[in-house]
């Protein structure tokens, strides 16, 4: 919608307008094609790493662009008004490979990697979901057991973004010395190292063209030199990461929403019914301002949001709010965007389909739309004790 709210500044305007130009130039012409065909975006990632994108919030001593959460959230809100699956692409590289390492490695740890994935030589990844421990993340059943001065890994992950493309991957597992259970542990490993298999692409009903597969642990071996942090320590740290992830969640699905909408404003401008535009009528007038009065208030929210991170303010609630409200608007508002279109929204040639197909996946990523309540619930409550 091209909202100005007070988070912006000029270096925020420019970046928003560059790479809005980026996506209707380089994206739209191709999304429907990536839709359709599942077809990883890789030209479209070798450019956005060009333009800088890949490494915005990562600081500049360790290759990135140095910005803040408020410029990620532009770049990825513009990213997915024009195609969902380039826009998480980036996000997941960035909020769930990239950021851990930061947020959690030793010094060496970022030396090695961060220049890489700032720089989109290479692409990042999180390991968390099982297939018996999705929204509760602490039954994770992936065992390291040490061995000596080795951690030997087995276990599977599913439905992990860029798993097939990253180069580096987080993730958690449970740790075991002596036969005690010591923790969930979040190691980091190259992708190429033995023991560690990739499945087969997911065939999705949305974000066809983002690479989403599940990962293997077959006997891996890993050293101290693997660990991410402090053993014992992985739940608390991954709800940290996850935390400022739901901003970027945040942030997609607020650009998944404004997609759908302006093409349903477009269209209602120029569909013809009973002598008149159709947006004309009172009945798409509403829809349309539903959906306007929607997204301005998740903007307000996800910004928000991104800025408390911004000040090193807890935003815990915040992003919570965001990832919550702004993945409801989404599915609503690409829903009403069918509508407006009619008959020709169930087409897949006009596009508009493609973003309802898109939204659904917000509701549930990162943290379904139920955990975010029990989220928001408890940081209530945490207020309500300290008044």
């Given at each position: 919608m091209g909202l100005e709210l007070p988070y912006f500044t000029e270096e925020h305007r420019m970046l928003r307008e560059m790479v809005s130009e980026f996506a209707a130039n380089e994206i739209v012409p191709v999304a429907a094609e990536l839709d359709h065909t599942g077809e990883f975006p890789a030209t479209l990632v070798q450019q956005m790493a060009e333009l800088d994108l890949?490494?915005?919030?990562?600081?500049?001593?360790?290759?990135?662009?140095?910005?803040?959460?408020?410029?990620?959230?532009?770049v990825v809100h513009e990213l997915a008004i024009a195609d969902a699956s380039v826009a998480i692409t980036l996000a997941a590289h960035t909020s769930l490979g990239t950021m851990p390492i930061l947020l959690f490695?030793?010094?060496?740890?970022?030396?090695?990697?961060?220049?890489?994935?700032a720089k989109g030589?290479?692409?990042?990844?999180?390991?968390?979901?099982?297939?018996?421990?999705?929204?509760?993340?602490?039954?994770?059943?992936?065992?390291?057991?040490?061995?000596?001065?080795?951690?030997i890994i087995n276990g599977?992950?599913?439905?992990?973004?860029n798993g097939g493309t990253a180069g580096v991957m987080a993730f958690t597992a449970r740790l075991y010395e002596n036969g005690e259970d010591r923790g969930i542990t979040v190691f980091l490993t190259d992708t190429d190292t033995p023991g560690l298999?990739?499945?087969?692409?997911?065939?999705?009903?949305?974000?066809?063209?983002?690479?989403?597969?599940?990962?293997?642990?077959?006997?891996?071996?890993?050293?101290?030199?693997?660990?991410?942090?402090?053993?014992?320590?992985?739940?608390?740290?991954?709800?940290?990461?996850?935390?400022g992830g739901r901003i970027s969640v945040g942030a997609l699905a607020l650009g998944t929403a404004d997609g759908a909408y302006r093409l349903a404003r477009s269209y209602a401008h120029e569909r013809e019914a009973f002598g008149q535009t159709i947006d004309r009528f009172q009945a798409i007038q509403f829809m349309l301002s539903d959906i306007a009065t929607s997204l301005t208030a998740a903007s307000h929210l996800v910004y928000h949001a991104a800025w408390l991170k911004d000040q090193g303010r807890s935003a815990a609630k915040e992003a919570a709010m965001a990832k919550l409200f702004a993945s409801e608007v989404a599915m609503r508002s690409t829903s009403d965007a069918i509508q407006i279109y009619g008959g020709y929204g169930y087409i897949r040639e006009y596009n508009v389909e493609r973003y309802f197909r898109d939204a659904k996946i917000l509701e549930i990523g990162e943290g379904t739309s139920e955990i975010q309540r029990i989220i928001i619930a408890r940081e209530i409550m945490k207020e309500a004790e300290r008044v």
């Open positions: 890949m490494g915005v919030p990562i600081p500049e001593e360790y290759g990135g662009a140095g910005m803040d959460t408020v410029a990620y959230a532009l490695g030793s010094e060496e740890q970022k030396r090695k990697y961060l220049p890489l994935l030589e290479i692409l990042g990844a999180l390991g968390l979901t099982e297939p018996g421990a999705g929204s509760d993340a602490g039954a994770t059943q992936t065992r390291a057991e040490l061995k000596g001065d080795r951690y599977q992950k599913s439905f992990i973004t298999r990739t499945g087969k692409p997911e065939k999705k009903m949305g974000w066809r063209a983002s690479d989403t597969r599940a990962i293997y642990f077959e006997d891996m071996e890993l050293t101290a030199d693997n660990l991410l942090g402090v053993p014992g320590q992985g739940f608390r740290q991954v709800i940290q990461a996850l935390a």
